[in-house]
């Protein structure tokens, strides 16, 4: 079982940056493939970004190439999504999930086991 919580949300204003953060714990958190989703409200979740375990392997939606990079840190078993020029478009409440399947980095949200309970992202105009 892997516990997941995000922090570093926040209210922003259009053009600026936030860094995203989701410690992982339980299990071997080190040996999964991390993702990111946001909901924003009325709207579906949505796939931001996905890193494998090794970190060697990234996928972005296409809206976020570009201004959004995740990485992580296994040492710490925590993952990142530093997000750049940010948009009011951008609002949601960001997700963070671990998928068993270690190499997977794909946008689908049913491949992921578990979900942290996520971090809220504001940006204003």
């Known amino acids: 079982q892997v516990q997941l919580v995000e922090s570093g949300g926040g209210l922003v204003q259009a053009g600026g940056s936030l860094r995203l953060s989701c410690a992982a714990s339980g299990g071997t958190s080190s040996s999964y493939a991390m993702g990111w989703f946001r909901q924003a409200p009325g709207k579906e979740r949505e796939f931001v970004a996905a890193i494998s375990w090794t970190g060697l392997s990234t996928y972005y939606a296409t809206p976020m190439k570009g201004r959004f990079a995740i990485s992580r840190d296994n040492a710490k078993n925590t993952v990142y999504l530093q997000m750049n020029s940010l948009k009011p478009e951008d609002t949601a409440v960001y997700y963070c999930?671990?998928?068993?399947?270690?190499?997977?980095?794909?946008?689908?949200?049913?491949?992921?086991?578990?979900w942290g309970q996520g971090t809220q992202v504001t940006v204003s105009s």
């Open positions: 999930a671990a998928s068993s399947d270690k190499y997977y980095t794909g946008s689908f949200y049913y491949k992921y086991d578990y």
